[in-house]
């Protein structure tokens, strides 16, 4: 009979994720954990280099997350995106919501400051993201998938028909490559273009992690993936929350290598996620809209895999995809539901 796991590393993504690592930070202890977190929704606002889910990461075990939203600050206050909107009010970017599309709150800024500010300084992501968790008091080791620039880009239906997507939101510089010839009446924009800007209420035909083939995992990331007892997939977006750590060149490698000791949580229930686009997403790309998706997406890298006990009629399916089973209640809707599943995960590979 094995010990239930001690020294656990996840692959993560933003707010799904944040959770799962808090129920495991609640059972194992911060000091124990890893996460090897997605930086394709990385963007430069303003000339701000934001990085979305290492801060939700970051602001969740350190316990400073909003509960309301899952990402940004507690008690945060709003007087720079007020100021922006009087800009917005007078010209010459007379349109509403074109600068503060993204909003940014005030405490939150003081995070983009710095590590703009750091990275500007020379560097790297994975030493300011260190120093960022330690100003937030978080014990667990956060890294980057990498530290250079790795571009979750988005082909759409352009809204509004062909030509009418230009300069819809300001504030960033030019797109990273050329992209590849859409076809008409679709475009490329970038992750937050889609997510945030859209509402992600728009087709996705598909995805490009610009930048991915040639990037190479965050120092630590690999030996926290080949020395981790457990190395959990969080219940994220598989296709871009995951799909941008994996396509970084060797870590997919070194989660198959240790696929024995591997598990994966769905992040869709009963065929929806719980916010957010996964589950449309994982149908627009071509993939089944279920955990039996997820599992056919995880089966070559985690030998076991969690889903909802809504879906426990898919049990079979899911085993049927070459991955083992493991049925429990996964909707983390606070610490206690979180630590329940994080025992759950922690116990994937005993007896
Ligand atoms: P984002 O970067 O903030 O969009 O977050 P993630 O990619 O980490 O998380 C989005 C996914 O997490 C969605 O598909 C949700 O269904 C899933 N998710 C969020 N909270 C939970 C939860 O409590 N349990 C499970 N199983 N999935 C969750
Ligand atoms: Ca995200």
Known sequence: MNAPARRVTALAGGVGAARMLSGLAAVVGQPALAAVVN?????????????????????TLAGAANPGTGWGLSGESWAVMASLREFEATGPEPE????????LGDRDLATHLFRTSRLASGAALS???AEVARRFGVQARLLPMTDSRVETRVTIEEPG????????FAGLPPAPQTPPATPSGQVEIGFQEYFVGLHHAVAVKGVRFVGASSAVPAPGALDAVEQADLVVICPSNPVVSIGPVLAVPGIADAVARRRETTVAVSPIIAGKALKGPADRMLGELGHEMSAVGVARLWA???????VDTADSDLAPRVEAEGTRCIVAPSVMSGPEQARHLAEVVLGAFTG
């Open 39 to 59: 930086t394709g929704d990385d963007m430069v606002l303003h000339g701000l280099h934001i990085s979305p889910d290492l801060d939700t990461v970051t602001y």
């Open 96 to 103: 509403a919501g074109r600068l503060t599309w993204f909003n």
């Open 127 to 129: 030493e300011v993201t």
């Open 161 to 168: 028909g062909p030509g009418s997507f230009a300069g819809r």
């Open 300 to 306: 070559p890298l985690a030998a076991a895999l969690i």
